[in-house]
T-cell receptor, first 114, second 115 residues
Framework: DAKTTQPPSMDCAEGRAANLPCNHS???????VYWYRQIHSQGPQYIIH???NNETNEMASLIITEDRKSSTLILPHATLRDTAVYYC???????????????FGKGTKLSVKP | KAGVTQTPRYLIKTRGQQVTLSCSPI?????VSWYQQTPGQGLQFLFE???????NKGNFPGRFSGRQFSNSRSEMNVSTLELGDSALYLC??????????????FGPGTRLLVL
């Protein structure tokens, strides 16, 4: 089972920041938080990942709480093309172990509206 | 750098047939993972290959198999197709390095329809 909990859907106005929450209360010390998104029927697209520090790249920012039990993905200026299902995934840091694969939950369907 | 490529993109088969899907990873990536996505079950892990060896396997019947070649390209095979095998099959590749933490990058998928 997925180790994360996300709201099933969210709306966001175009041009505004989209803040997508994720709870991962059972995360362990060596597990990373990954975010992917899937635009209708395409392959999932990697967005960002982090361990405990906040991370930022050209697509998004990832804010992880100090206790690491939750995180927020921030799309700073959402566009219509950001409409997708966003998946928050907890994954082990030891590559090749049983945690190497990604366990997808149902994700959050983000709808960006004009 | 080219992304993960999968062939074919679309496929129609009938029950009882078998099918082989192909995946070419990003250049330099040595690990390939396969996932199945259906409306009912969502995205589920099938198996992972690294250096031509299966390293991890999901909870799928033995009809689902795979292999990896020395150039890291991978194939998956489904024998005796069932209607429920209709799905989007996704391949993901990653570069096995401790500093890279093995981020997986997905291909566009192969959509299989079993009639």
């Amino acid at each position: 089972d997925a180790k994360t909990t996300q709201p099933p859907s969210m709306d966001c106005a175009e041009g505004r920041a989209a803040n997508l929450p994720c709870n991962h209360s059972t995360i362990s010390g060596n597990e990373y938080v990954y975010w992917y998104r899937q635009i209708h029927s395409q392959g999932p697209q990697y967005i960002i990942h982090g361990l405990k520090n906040n991370e930022t790249n050209e697509m998004a920012s990832l804010i992880i709480t100090e206790d690491r039990k939750s995180s927020t993905l921030i799309l700073p200026h959402a566009t219509l093309r950001d409409t997708a299902v966003y998946y928050c995934i907890v994954r082990g840091g030891t590559y090749g172990g049983s945690q190497g694969n990604l366990i997808f939950g149902k994700g959050t369907k983000l709808s960006v509206k004009p | 750098k080219a992304g993960v490529t999968q062939t074919p993109r679309y496929l129609i088969k009938t029950r009882g047939q078998q099918v082989t899907l192909s995946c070419s990873p990003i250049s330099g990536h040595r690990s390939v993972s396969w996932y199945q996505q259906t409306p009912g079950q969502g995205l589920q892990f099938l198996f992972e290959y690294f250096s031509e060896t299966q390293r991890n396997k999901g909870n799928f019947p033995g009809r689902f198999s795979g292999r990896q070649f020395s150039n890291s390209r991978s194939e998956m095979n489904v024998s005796t197709l069932e209607l429920g095998d209709s799905a989007l099959y996704l391949c993901a590749s990653s570069f096995n390095s401790g500093t890279k933490q093995g981020t997986q990058y997905f291909g566009p998928g192969t959509r299989l329809l079993v009639l």
